[in-house]
Structures are given as structure tokens and as C-alpha cells.
């Protein structure tokens, strides 16, 4: 950064231009869609640029007083996006109630702005029968799904508020069309709704009533899986959805992270007529495959050796995404703040793997990302920093970035079929 910058000096001498060109770097792969210092929310016509201790209300008499934390509505550095989904112009944003004064979990923002503000979805009075989202989907029936882990996360004060559940969205009327309360039996402890970070959609746009989706549980380590025709859930445990002890302590965002995070992404690709479930543990170097007739059928799995290879070290991943027309996998690789590609023709193994993005400013921490028609998206929001209490507020946090699947691979070897 420093050379780019000495660079533009010489050419420029104004330290404004310098500047500029820190976040405006030509011939990059990846492009700012968003970036965010800290997160605002527009909510009923209000906009809320800094925290606040209430909702705005017009015509609303206000008492002074001191609240308590948990009463406050809006603590602005607590609110931390981690999952994103794009339709169309609308990008949905969540931030998961991990600390107070979160205003709404479920958001969208539309293009256009450079830091806009949070608005909930599908409005605020709806928007309250949710409590904590992580990664929705939208699925090709126009649909947007989401697991409500229903469980407040702050550190001392942990409570499941509601039963965690699958809440389904129709993008076309914005409303919401279904909530499937989870099975109890799909709950190994009061760890598990808090781990209920992703879920994948596995549908025929022909057949949209008839949807699979699988959910990772990263705190219990096991995948629950539901079928929207029975309205009906269900848990799979193998050895594969847990993390591995060997693969701890990389670092992401400038910490040692030592959490022990299972499953935590799932992808699906179409094999030789089958569907392909691909996921890994986010502490894990490794992936792995099974078909979703399996999942679908409710298992036991035991007899499956689902594991595709090994990549080696720093190849911890978390958020990962296919692009079908070139059967290329993406992966949020968190341990060298990159994104990498893999084509899935290939043997899964380091020489297969490539680095096309990498940033440690901005990537430090990848938490989603996906891959849209040709483009894959991907939101960073530097959370080790956030659960460390090292994050700088004056700087940009989070953001929300895009690049084209050609212009990624362009010259990898993730471009070449064994
Ligand atoms: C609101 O935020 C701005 C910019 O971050 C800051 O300058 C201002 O002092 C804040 N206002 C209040 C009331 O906290
Ligand atoms: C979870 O259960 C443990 C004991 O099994 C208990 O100590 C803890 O308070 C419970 N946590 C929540 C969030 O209910
Ligand atoms: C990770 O760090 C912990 C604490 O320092 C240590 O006990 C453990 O052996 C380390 N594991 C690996 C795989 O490096």
C-alpha cells in the first residue's frame, strides 16, 4: 500500500489523491459494492447515525434516565453484519444479536450508496417476530430462507428467547410464507441453536414445493436437515461435521483464533445426474462430499467415507459457493484472508487450490460469501477484532465486495479440468 501510494504521490503530490487511491485500486479482482465504518439503520423514515437509547417515535416525550444496557435500542459498535443474500437490487444484510442493542436482525440495503443505511425487512413491525439471523439463501423459487437461532449471545447473559427456527420469505410479495419451529430432537444442548449459522436450499425450480434444505450446526458439530413437503426435521452426525483439534490456532483479522467451530458450510453441485452435498468444519483443512439422497433419506451415515482431500495448512475455510457453468468452487479461506478456487474435476489437495483475492486489510475475516448468476460476492467484517475488542471504529469495518467468476479465474489452474 505504501509503494501505490508514493506512487500516486509522484504523479499527484496531494496526500488527498494518496489517499483515495488506498480504496479505489484499479484492475482489482474483487470491488467494493459496500464498505461501512460502522453500521446506521433508516428505520420508519428515522435515520439512526449513532447509537441511541430509544426508538424515535414521533411526538414521543423522552425521560432522561440511565438504562441498563440490555434496555438500549440502538448500541452502534455492537452491530456487526456477518451474513449477506442478493435479489435482484436488493442485498440483505444481518447482523445476529451477539451483543445488546442490536435494532433488527434481518436488513436490506439497495445499490447505489457507499455506506448505506440498514433498513429492516421486510419492515420494522415484521422484523421483530425475528430474533437472531446469520446466512439467509434465496432459493430459485424467489424465496429467502433463514434459520432464527431465537438465542441471544451475549457473553454472561446467554438465553434462548424463542425456539430456533427456519423462517421462509416470498421475494416477490415480501412476506413471510412459512416458519417451521426445529424438531427438539435436532438439539443435542442449549449450545446447538446458536450454531445454527447457514443454510443451503436444495430445490428444483420446477418443484419449489418440494425443498430440501441443510443446516450446519457448528456449536454441537452436526448438519439438521429439513424437508418443507412434511414440514419435517431432522439431525445427521458424522465424524466429518466435526472441527479438528490440528487445525486450530490460524489467524484471521491479526488473532490467534482457538474456537472450535464444526460444520460450517454447505454447497451443492450436480455429479454425473446426482446432487453432490460439499462442506467442511471451519477448524479443518479438509473437504468432503455426500450425495443428498443420503441426507434426504435421514441417514445413518456411518458407513460413508464422504472425505475428497486434504489441502494442507492454512487452508481453513468457512463460507463456500459453486459456480455450476464451470463446476469452480469458491472459498472464503479465512486463515490468509483470500478467497480460493477449486474446480471440483480436480482431486482435492493444495496444488488444486489458488489463491485469486487476498487482502488482509479488507479481507480480514471473510464471514459469507456467494457466488450470483457469474459474479461472487462476498461480505468481510473482521470479526476476530470485534470478539477481541480490538476493532477501530474510525476505520472501514465491513464490507460488501463482487467480483466476476472469468475475471477471478482468469489464469488459474482452477481453470483447467484434470
Ligand atoms: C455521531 O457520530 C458522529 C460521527 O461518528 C460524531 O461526530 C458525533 O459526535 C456523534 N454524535 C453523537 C450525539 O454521539
Ligand atoms: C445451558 O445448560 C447449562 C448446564 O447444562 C447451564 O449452566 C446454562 O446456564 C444453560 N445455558 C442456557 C443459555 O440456557
Ligand atoms: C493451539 O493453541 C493451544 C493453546 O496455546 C495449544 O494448547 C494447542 O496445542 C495448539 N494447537 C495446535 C494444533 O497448534
Redesign the pocket.
Known amino acids: 500500500m505504501i509503494k501505490i501510494c508514493s506512487l500516486n504521490l509522484l504523479l499527484f503530490v496531494t496526500i488527498g489523491i494518496c489517499k483515495y487511491s488506498v480504496y479505489a485500486r484499479k484492475h482489482e479482482k474483487l470491488k467494493e459494492v459496500f464498505s461501512w ?2 453500521i446506521g439503520y433508516k428505520i420508519n423514515g428515522y435515520s439512526y ?3 441511541s437509547d430509544y426508538e424515535y417515535k414521533p411526538h414521543a416525550v423522552y425521560f432522561e434516565e440511565d438504562l441498563e444496557e440490555r434496555e438500549r435500542f440502538f448500541i452502534q459498535p455492537n452491530n456487526v453484519p456477518i451474513g449477506f443474500e442478493v435479489y435482484n437490487e436488493k442485498i440483505f444484510v444481518t447482523v445476529p444479536r451477539r451483543r445488546y442493542g442490536i435494532p433488527s436482525t434481518l436488513n436490506y440495503v439497495t445499490r447505489g450508496e457507499k455506506s448505506p443505511y440498514l433498513k429492516p425487512y421486510p419492515d420494522m413491525m415484521r422484523s421483530r417476530h425475528l430474533f437472531s439471523v446469520y446466512r439467509p439463501r434465496v432459493d430459485v423459487c424467489d424465496r429467502l430462507w433463514m434459520v432464527d437461532t431465537g438465542h441471544l449471545e451475549v457473553p454472561n447473559d446467554r438465553r434462548q428467547i424463542q425456539p430456533p427456527s427456519i423462517v421462509i420469505f416470498d421475494l416477490k410479495t415480501d412476506t413471510q410464507i412459512h416458519k417451521h419451529v426445529l424438531d427438539p430432537s435436532v438439539l443435542v444442548s442449549n449450545r446447538t441453536s446458536a450454531g445454527l449459522t447457514s443454510i443451503t436450499v436444495d430445490v428444483d425450480p420446477h418443484k419449489c414445493d418440494d425443498a430440501y434444505a441443510y443446516i450446519n450446526d457448528l456449536a454441537t458439530e452436526g448438519l439438521v436437515v429439513y424437508s418443507l413437503k412434511e414440514d419435517r426435521s431432522w439431525r445427521l452426525e458424522h465424524p466429518s461435521f466435526r472441527h479438528n483439534d490440528a487445525a486450530m490456532n490460524f489467524t484471521a483479522a491479526g488473532h490467534v483464533i482457538n474456537w472450535r467451530d464444526g460444520l460450517f458450510s454447505v454447497a451443492l453441485a450436480r455429479r454425473l445426474g446426482n446432487t453432490l452435498a460439499y462442506y467442511h468444519p471451519l477448524v479443518s483443512t479438509q473437504e468432503f462430499a455426500i450425495s443428498t439422497n443420503k441426507l434426504k433419506t435421514g441417514g445413518p451415515l456411518d458407513e460413508l467415507n464422504p472425505a475428497l482431500g486434504d489441502a494442507g495448512p492454512n487452508t481453513q475455510r468457512g463460507s463456500h459457493d459453486i459456480h455450476s457453468p464451470t463446476n469452480i468452487m469458491f472459498f472464503a479461506n479465512v486463515a490468509q484472508a483470500a478467497v480460493m478456487c477449486w474446480n471440483i474435476n480436480t482431486a482435492y489437495n493444495g496444488n488444486n487450490l489458488q489463491i485469486v483475492a487476498q487482502d488482509t486489510n479488507r479481507l480480514g475475516y471473510i464471514s459469507d460469501l456467494k457466488v450470483r448468476g457469474d459474479d461472487v460476492w462476498l461480505l468481510a467484517n473482521q470479526i476476530p477484532k470485534f470478539v477481541y475488542n480490538t476493532q477501530n ?1 474510525n476505520e472501514y469495518n465491513y464490507f460488501i465486495m463482487r467480483g466476476s467468476v472469468q475475471e477471478l479465474i482468469a489464469g488459474t489452474k482452477c481453470l483447467q479440468p484434470i
Do not use: E, P
Open positions: 465504518k460502522q447515525r449513532n447509537s471504529i
